[in-house]
């Protein structure tokens, strides 16, 4: 069975301070991991999708790596907009339906 | 701009009651998916559709149905509302590709069953 496992369950930085999420999964064979943004009361947004081990995505303060077991979500210098829940999940090669399946999410909150 | 359209962000119904919440995509999305966020347990997938009139099972479908009648509308039914079916009603779809593609998520719709 394809898991997701999330840590920490939630974080609180000051503003400038660097830290990583991270995602820790098992799946039979992995297609895709990806890593979305959840803002409260609204539906989750797309940031990343990796798709091998040592494999690196960029988007302003977020940096997503992936190794065989684990991805990390880095984020260097958040500001107090990047406050959300940060959810990973994995999809495994399968015939059709391209499920994915969701960890829990980790809850960030960037203090001024 | 492309977007997933759930109908309503907020429905209050009574137990017993049938509830129909309806999902429209404008992408010409292939896949289409229901999941339901609570707190602690992260998003789980209850249906899923990868064609008109096809629909497959997630990890939860008990008390739910689902009807996909067009390519763009998905429709997640709730025979008989009960309290525990109270949630966060996540609608999604994405394209069949073989290396794999990300969902785009409609805004939601928060179920509370009373």
């Known amino acids: 069975e394809d898991q997701v496992t999330q840590s920490p369950e939630a974080l609180r930085l000051q503003e400038g301070e660097s830290s990583s999420l991270n995602c820790s999964y098992t799946v039979s064979g992995l297609r895709g991991l990806f890593w979305y943004r959840q803002d409260p009361g609204k539906g989750p947004e797309f940031l990343f999708t990796?798709?091998?081990a040592g494999e690196e995505k960029e988007k302003e303060r977020l940096k997503a790596t992936l190794t065989k077991k684990e991805s990390f979500l880095h984020i260097t210098a958040p500001k107090p907009e990047d406050s959300a829940t940060y959810l990973c999940a994995v999809q495994a090669w399968e015939e059709y339906g391209n499920k994915l399946v969701f960890g829990a999410g980790t809850i960030l909150r960037v203090k001024s | 701009d492309v977007k997933v359209t759930q109908s309503s962000r907020y429905l209050v119904k009574r137990t017993g009651e049938k509830v129909f919440l309806e999902c429209v995509q404008d992408m010409d999305h292939e896949n289409m998916f229901w999941y339901r966020q609570d707190p602690g347990l992260g998003l789980r997938l209850i249906y899923f559709s990868y064609d008109v009139k096809m629909k497959e099972k997630g990890d939860i479908p008990e008390g739910y149905s689902v009807s996909r009648e067009k390519k763009e509308r998905f429709s997640l039914i709730l025979e008989s509302a009960s309290t525990n079916q109270t949630s966060m009603y996540l609608c999604?779809?994405?394209?069949?590709?073989?290396?794999?593609?990300?969902?785009?998520f409609g805004s939601g719709t928060r179920l509370t069953v009373v």
């Open positions: 999604a779809s994405s394209l069949s590709s073989p290396t794999g593609y990300g969902y785009t």
């Open positions: 990796l798709y091998s």
